[in-house]
């Protein structure tokens, strides 16, 4: 009887790769503010984690600032079409 093992969660299950700073993202994916009190806000499309740091970054000079419990993020599509939020903190800050 063959075993079957477990695989271990990584956090980029939803993806086909591991999603890194510079992995294209297919053109299919959005910078999005998320508020705390509810609700989202699509910012930009993004292509990479830096173009999204870049543009967050733009952004919340604009804007100054945001309200502390609001979180940037990258809606990316998954392997499965859905879309699925990038494992990555989305801070802001030009790298």
């Known amino acids: 009887m063959a075993t079957r093992t477990k695989q271990a969660w990584k956090p980029w299950h939803g993806f086909a790769i ?14 999005v503010v998320e508020y705390q009190a509810g609700g989202y806000e699509p910012i930009a499309g993004v292509s990479t984690i830096n173009e999204a740091q870049e543009i967050a970054a733009d ?33 802001g800050v030009r790298r």
């Open 59 to 91: 952004w919340l000079h604009r804007r100054h600032g945001m309200m502390p419990n609001d979180v940037l993020k990258v809606w990316a599509r998954g392997v499965e079409g859905r879309f699925l939020v990038v494992p990555i903190v989305i801070d």
């Open 18 to 31: 591991e999603i890194g700073p510079d992995t294209d993202l297919g053109g299919d994916s959005f910078l």
